[in-house]
């Protein structure tokens, strides 16, 4: 399974901006994907998942601002990042595992397939 992220680029405080992460795989069914984002100097953290039974989840700071959504019939995987602050600067990864358990989604080191990274840059 191979994940190509797109959609990054530089905007200002308060713009919106739509990532992109296509899966390789026959279908999306069955997969929990999500998105981390990793800024200079810091770790990587989580953003959000949408588990394979349906739910999103998303890291408590970022709640209403960033959405996922998938397209399955083009086995796409969306972030919607509204109102952006410098502060979410960062590369951000799109994520992708058939096998995670529920409790571990927000964990980086659960999911088996990755993304490039798509870099976001957001001027004050």
């Not at 308060?14 to 992109?20: N, V």
């Not at 279908?27 to 100097?41: C, I």
């Not at 058939?98 to 397939?113: A, F, N, P, T």
Request: proline letters at 2%; glycine letters at 12%; hydrophobic letters at 30%.
């Amino acid at each position: 399974v191979q994940l190509q992220a797109s959609g990054g680029g530089l905007v200002q405080a308060g713009d919106s901006l739509r990532l992109s992460c296509v899966v390789s795989a026959r279908t999306l069914s069955g997969y929990t994907t999500g998105w981390f984002r990793q800024a200079p100097g810091k770790e990587r953290e989580f953003v959000g998942t949408r588990w394979r039974g349906g739910n999103t989840f998303y890291a408590d700071s970022l709640k209403g601002r960033f959405t996922i959504s998938r397209d399955i019939t083009k086995n796409t995987v969306y972030l919607q990042m509204n109102s952006l602050k410098p502060e979410d600067t960062a590369v951000y990864y799109c994520a992708a595992s058939s096998r995670i358990i529920y409790s571990q989604i927000g964990i980086s080191s659960s999911y088996e397939h990755w993304g490039q990274g798509t870099l976001v840059t957001v001027s004050s």
